[in-house]
Structures are given as structure tokens and as C-alpha cells.
């Protein structure tokens, strides 16, 4: 997914969520599953890589307040 970058995590949580109501719907021609498939993961890898600088910058300002 091209546009991941410019997404929020909250737009791209939104955006998997639907995907996979989609790919759990079935009836989907082969392509596009295939498609969302990939934007799906695209996603996924994203909200992970974004959360995850969520919760280091947690850890460091909590390790910051209780030096101070």
C-alpha cells in the first residue's frame, strides 16, 4: 500500500479491520483477494512498526521521570 505512510494508526487499524471483514466475507474474486491480501499485510506491518515506536518512546519517557 503505497499511501500507508500517510495514514494515522487509528485510519490504518480502521482500514485492516475492514479488509479482513472482507476476506472473512469471501465471494471475492481471486485478484482481489490477492490485493487486499497484500494491502492487508501492508497494513499490518505498518500499525506493528508504528506501535511499537509507541511503546519505546513510553518506555524512555517513563525511564526519564523516574530518574528525575
Known amino acids: 500500500m503505497e499511501e500507508k505512510e500517510a495514514l494515522t494508526y487509528e485510519q490504518a487499524t480502521e482500514r485492516l479491520a475492514k ?3 472482507a476476506l472473512e466475507k ?5 485478484a482481489d483477494t490477492v490485493k ?3 494491502e492487508g499485510s501492508a497494513l ?14 513510553i518506555a ?3 525511564e526519564q521521570t ?3
Do not use: S, W
Not at 26 to 30: E, I, K, M, Q, S
Not at 44 to 57: S, V
Open 60 to 62: 524512555r519517557l517513563a
Open 44 to 57: 499490518a506491518a505498518f500499525c506493528e512498526k508504528t506501535l511499537g515506536e509507541a511503546e519505546l518512546k
Open 26 to 30: 469471501g465471494g471475492l474474486p481471486l
Open 66 to 68: 523516574e530518574q528525575a
Open 36 to 38: 487486499l491480501f497484500e
Open 19 to 21: 479488509i479482513v471483514a
